[in-house]
């Protein structure tokens, strides 16, 4: 079996979590299906991302399900946990994440690029400028 396996991380779980709240599950098998089907070439001999079916909402395990239906994912119990796990091409995995988050953001009414600049850095507030005293003595 391939060793070369990501899970999701934390960020990526809430923005699964967002959709569920935010988004049809319609919508995310739409997205889901353009990703695929424009998407690269589907392999599952190469990098494949593990997602657990116990840390994200019902609504988007549903729609993963997508994957299998493609060929592009296969179901798996895990012996320890007793809970399924999907393992999927990683590259679709990841553009089915950034399609998420471009439209979580779209709704949000934010450009992508100011909103993955809010993502990566937390920007100061800035300061008001000091009260200048615009009164000047004309003689």
């Known amino acids: 079996m391939n060793k070369d396996i990501s899970y999701l991380t934390i960020s990526d ?3 699964f979590t967002q959709a569920a709240l935010e988004i049809r599950l319609s919508e995310l098998k739409e997205l889901i299906n353009n990703c695929i089907q424009h998407g690269p ?3 599952l001999s190469g990098r494949l ?3 657990d079916q116990k840390v994200i909402p019902p609504l988007c395990w549903e729609a993963l399900m997508e994957f299998v ?3 592009a994912g296969i179901i798996a119990c895990d012996p320890n946990d007793q809970f399924n796990y999907l393992l999927a091409d990683s590259n679709h995995i990841e553009g089915v994440l950034r399609l998420i988050m471009k439209r979580l953001d779209s709704d949000s009414g934010q450009s992508e690029e100011q909103a993955s600049l809010k993502r ?3 920007i100061p507030s800035i300061r008001p400028s000091k009260k200048h005293d615009d009164s000047l003595a004309l003689g």
Do not use: F
């Open 41 to 43: 070439a589907i392999s």
């Open 13 to 15: 779980t809430h923005l």
């Open 120 to 122: 990566q850095r937390q």
């Open 49 to 51: 991302h593990r997602i």
């Open 69 to 71: 239906d493609w060929g």
